[in-house]
């Protein structure tokens, strides 16, 4: 082109704003896709937020049921315990009894 004859400058200066303008929507079409895709994105990080909200929500409530189940394992444990406990005491023989009747007591 650089060696072009002035009557064809027109025709250059043609060709050169038809690449212009071809490159200029190219890039606009570029933008468009890239603001649809920065909208997508965003929606997704507005969706992740709330899905993360709920399963923090929900962990919380889980924490708290399972606060409340080891309670009531530790309650029944210590129910069981002193049941066994109990069980296993000896029961005083009935001599024993007698002994304790009979022997004087010591002040």
Not at 51 to 80: G, I, P, Y
Not at 82 to 89: L, N, Q
Request: charged share 25%; aromatic share 2%; glycine share 2%.
């Amino acid at each position: 082109l650089a060696g072009a004859r002035p009557a064809d400058s027109g025709i250059v200066d043609n060709a050169i704003q038809y690449t212009q303008k071809a490159e200029l929507k190219r890039l606009h079409r570029q933008i468009e896709d890239l603001e649809g895709m920065n909208r997508t994105l965003q929606l997704q990080k507005a969706n992740e937020a709330s899905t993360c909200a709920q399963l923090q929500l929900e962990l919380k409530k889980l924490e708290a049921v399972n606060k409340r189940l080891l309670m009531e394992r530790s309650e029944a444990f210590a129910t069981e315990s002193h049941h066994i406990t109990a069980a296993a005491a000896p029961a005083p023989s009935s001599s024993t009894a007698v002994e304790a009747v009979l022997s004087p007591q010591k002040p």
